[in-house]
């Protein structure tokens, strides 16, 4: 049986993109051979087998012969406290480097360090080791100066892909997620801005923070729509869209990331308008020609707008590509890290 472990603090919307459908898919491949563990105060979350109310997870439910998989260090340090002296097999999956988020966050000297050594030894003890890019795999080979085998297991969509058709007159803009600092919203704003002057478009946000970008919209003086919608009805809002804003800082967190919204928006025949360093995704949209990469400035966006609506391939191109990433088209792939150990 292989456990999934669901973090404290990991959003609702990761929850159902990702830790669902991975519990889903393993349960294709091989029946009731995976159990869904949450948090007592998301009681409410679908799919959910088992709740932990404190530390972690109730051993009297986890076999000699068992898996565990953690995506959080403290996670997977309780779990293995918990179940001392049961023979039971550890995943762990680097969706980040903790480390490296307590810098930008700012926690604290000692909790940076000692989020490093808890995830050196999660590198060092598990049984097998996870990253969600090839950036992240290579940085973590290079931050513990071991080299250990890493499968790469980005973050797949549960969209059933489709292929876009240009706009005919107003073109719509989206973005979708939350509204942090790395999120680079204001960014949004002011690329929108220029071409709000070029195009006859709309942008809508599809985010909790309304009061935020209202603020936003006053200060930049555009006018935009923001909308927040459940996770199993936005796949069906994002069909209205024709760009998608994914617009990052460069620094070593978004380098390494995997953001599940660049495959929502292929999949819905979006084109991505993105920065470079995000993850492996900027150097899969210059290969694929798959979207719009923005220059440092933002300057040219109109005719990068022009050139990809232009471009007779980008919708085939963006759905073979989505179609790549699905978790239904990865299962041999899923099996393999999963159900190999």
């Not at 980040?96 to 060092?124: P, R, S, T």
């Not at 989206?174 to 801005?193: A, H, L, N, P």
């Not at 935009?224 to 070593?252: P, T």
């Not at 990809?308 to 041999?332: G, P, Q, S, V």
């Amino acid at each position: 049986m292989l456990h999934l472990i669901k973090p404290r603090s990991l959003p609702d919307s990761i929850y159902y993109s990702q830790l669902l459908n991975l519990k889903k898919t393993i349960n294709d491949i091989k029946a009731d051979s995976c159990k869904l563990w949450v948090p007592e105060k998301d009681a409410d979350l679908e799919g959910a087998d088992y709740f932990y109310s404190g530390k972690s997870i109730d051993r009297r439910r986890i076999y000699n012969g068992d898996m565990v998989y953690c995506r959080s260090a403290v996670d997977y340090f309780r779990t293995r406290i918990v179940l001392a002296g049961r023979r039971v097999k550890y995943i762990y999956d680097f969706r980040a480097i903790q480390g490296y988020e307590g810098i930008y966050m700012k926690v604290g000297l000692l909790n940076i360090c000692a989020l490093f050594i808890l995830e050196f030894i999660c590198y060092c003890s598990a049984h097998q080791v996870n990253a969600v890019s090839n950036n992240l795999a290579e940085k973590l080979h290079s931050l513990f100066l071991i080299h250990r085998k890493i499968n790469i297991l980005p973050c797949f969509t549960s969209y059933e892909p489709v292929i876009g058709v240009p706009p005919k007159g107003i073109i719509n803009f989206v973005y979708v997620g939350g509204t942090s600092k790395w999120q680079c919203i204001e960014d949004i704003f002011r690329i929108y801005k220029n071409i709000s002057a070029e195009f006859n478009s709309t942008l809508t946000f599809y985010t909790k923070d309304t009061i935020y970008i209202t603020e936003l919209a006053e200060k930049f003086k555009v006018t935009v729509a923001c909308r927040y919608v459940q996770q199993n009805r936005l796949g069906e809002e994002l069909a209205l869209y024709d760009f998608g804003f994914l617009i990052r800082e460069r620094n070593i967190i978004n380098e390494v990331a995997s953001p599940v919204k660049f495959l929502e928006y292929l999949s819905k025949g979006i084109i991505p308008i993105i920065t470079e360093g995000i993850g492996d995704y900027s150097e899969v949209v210059k290969e694929k020609k798959i979207g719009v990469i923005l220059k440092d400035n933002y300057d040219g966006i109109g005719g990068q707008i022009k050139d990809a609506l232009a471009d007779r391939d980008i919708y085939l191109n963006m759905f073979k590509y989505a179609n790549e990433m699905t978790w239904a088209n990865n299962k041999t792939r899923i099996s393999k890290v999963f159900l190999a150990l």
